[in-house]
């Protein structure tokens, strides 16, 4: 019986190393909910083993405990992760970079108006890293009001629990169309690279980037792009 | 000659022994000393797992510069219990999830009116700004969604417009109502309200007075409150349902349970995202920190973050016209 386990398990971990499936993580902020896009993305990529991640606590979290061979993110997070290579960058209107609008209620706001005041964000990168970004970014200083989803951000302007937010321009236009209230936009002088796909290893490129390419409209709409363009070295 | 080496040699290895002694000595003194003065917060917390959500957004969120100490509230838990928890932590602040708790340490503050009391945050309570003004320095987060944080979701989803939401409430919760009409408004929705006496013999048969009145106003949603004395089985059966059936309306509950398609009521729930709570309260910790442990002009906050569920079942039975594409926006979609 013993012996019969033994080989049970033998089979199982020589089987199981031969089947594993490349991995592929996904965190940015969308209003796709994380499971519905996981599925999305398995359906037209079913080689791979992907999870989307809707917090970036537990994506931080996971990359720790068992990397994936490839990360699709925003460039901030995937320069945080350290040991992934950007292969691919998604571009929207052929732009692959979009302007970032601090938004708030009523009137637009200039920098000297935000300075100790608290802006809204989504939490991308935790929260000591994410204020050292957001200062690096400000000429002036802020106290910034983090939040964990996209949507979480218009109730800070509701409650006006924060004099603004910080989010994309297309982000900024799903606002609009989703509140009635008077929401302005203001530059921030901060433009980000739209989502990225980066790779830890050379070893699972091809299969990587024949899944990008398979992606949908549908897919690269919720990814907020409608092409995708090789990296320059 | 020899004897002298010996003796320098042990004298030597008994300096360096004691060397030794006094280094453990200092590590364990610096170790205590850390622990004295490390910023320890105190949770006391109703049992369940959304309570332990709420410590999970709150514990990853200030890791590394706050530590969680945990003292689950159950029916068994004393105003001892928490002393003897305070003791032995000596929290800089303590945080208190579910009304439980906040109960217990109001008994605590009570027991003990001339003890200086470290500041405390309470949340994933109900009605929690009722209470808070009997807890010596504390401030909150309420548990309750405002209705425009729902309205405004629900909105986007639905293909026919959203101008007036009817609701039934009881007097005392006359300022939550008051509130509520005014950020509606700013969204461009219109809150009629239907008010009730606080006690009342014939509470079911009111119920369905205001209600049926709120319907003939013309609402297009009716938002049910989280009051056991609106919503309990007799006054389901009674007053909500008959009405809410023929009126085919939608409506929005806070309560998943609400949802059920064999109950045939709610049509859309918006409920707290317990993780996102906790984030939001990890803010506030920090907020009080920063303040060098002091409450300092903070006021009691509306929860941020929320979860969406909607039954597409009881929608498509009331011919209720939706965005299918929307519902990937949707947290739970029951089918």
């Avoid at chain 1, 999305?40 to 990359?63: A, M, N, W, Y």
């Avoid at chain 2, 957004?57 to 706050?66: A, K, N, Q, T």
């Avoid at chain 2, 987060?141 to 629900?154: A, C, D, F, Q």
Wanted: charged share 20%; net charge positive; glycine share 6%.
């Amino acid at each position: 019986m013993h012996s019969k386990q033994a080989i049970f398990l033998i089979f199982t971990l020589t089987f199981s190393s031969v089947v594993q499936a490349e991995s592929l993580f996904v965190f940015l902020p969308t209003q796709v909910r994380a499971k519905v896009m996981q599925q999305q993305i398995s359906q037209i990529c079913p080689e791979l083993e992907v999870t989307v991640f809707g917090r970036g606590k537990d994506f931080r979290r996971q990359i720790k405990n068992t990397p994936p061979s490839a990360v699709l993110s925003l460039m901030p997070i995937i320069e945080r992760l350290g040991s992934f290579d950007p292969v691919l960058k998604g571009a929207k209107n052929g732009q692959t970079r979009e302007k970032y609008v601090i938004v708030s209620v009523g009137r637009p706001l200039t920098m000297q108006d935000i300075a100790q005041k608290k802006i809204g964000v989504v939490d991308l990168l935790g929260r000591k890293p994410m204020g050292e970004f957001i200062a690096g970014i400000f000429p002036v200083a802020v106290k910034l009001k983090r939040v964990t989803k996209t949507e979480d951000l218009l109730p800070l302007l509701t409650f006006g629990s924060v004099e603004a937010v910080l989010v994309s321009e297309s982000h900024f236009l799903q606002l609009k169309a989703k509140s009635n209230l008077n929401l302005v936009a203001s530059s921030s002088n901060l433009t980000m690279s739209l989502v990225n796909l980066a790779l830890s290893g050379a070893n699972a490129k091809e299969k990587l980037l024949r899944c990008v390419s398979r992606f949908d409209d549908k897919i690269n709409s919720t990814l907020g792009v409608d092409q995708w363009l090789a990296m320059s070295k | 000659m020899a004897g002298d080496v010996k003796v320098t040699l042990l004298n030597s290895m008994i300096l360096e022994k004691a060397a030794w002694v006094k280094l453990l000595l200092l590590v364990l003194v610096l170790v205590n000393t850390k622990l004295a003065f490390a910023n320890t917060a105190l949770v006391l917390r109703a049992p369940g797992n959304d309570f332990s959500e709420v410590v999970s957004g709150m514990s990853d969120d200030l890791e590394g510069d706050i530590s969680f100490s945990e003292l689950v509230v159950d029916a068994g838990t004393r105003v001892g219990d928490v002393a003897k928890q305070i003791k032995k932590h000596q929290p800089k602040v303590i945080v208190l999830i579910g009304n439980s708790s906040v109960n217990l340490y109001t008994k605590y503050q009570q027991a003990f009116p001339d003890r200086e009391f470290p500041p405390s945050i309470a949340l994933a309570a109900l009605f929690v700004d009722k209470f808070i003004p009997f807890i010596k320095n504390a401030t909150g987060i309420r548990y309750e969604i405002p209705l425009v944080t729902s309205v405004v979701n629900m909105r986007l989803l639905m293909k026919k417009e959203i101008k007036k939401v009817g609701v039934v409430y009881r007097s005392w919760m006359q300022d939550i109502f008051d509130e509520n009409v005014a950020y509606c408004r700013a969204e461009g929705i219109e809150l009629v309200g239907g008010k009730l006496p606080n006690k009342d013999r014939n509470m079911n048969r009111k119920i369905k007075h205001q209600l049926q009145g709120l319907i003939n106003q013309g609402v297009d949603v009716i938002w049910l409150l989280n009051d056991n004395q609106l919503i309990n089985q007799k006054a389901l059966k009674k007053a909500w349902l008959p009405l809410i059936t023929r009126s085919k309306l939608p409506v929005i509950v806070g309560i998943k349970s609400l949802l059920a398609t064999k109950l045939n009521l709610g049509s859309f729930a918006i409920v707290p995202d317990h993780y996102g709570l906790g984030v939001q309260a990890s803010s506030v910790l920090l907020e009080i920190m920063e303040n060098n442990w002091r409450i300092v002009d903070q006021g009691i906050e509306h929860p941020l973050s929320v979860k969406q569920i909607v039954n597409v079942t009881i929608l498509n039975k009331r011919s209720i016209q939706y965005r299918k594409s929307l519902l990937s926006q949707v947290d739970d979609v029951i089918n």
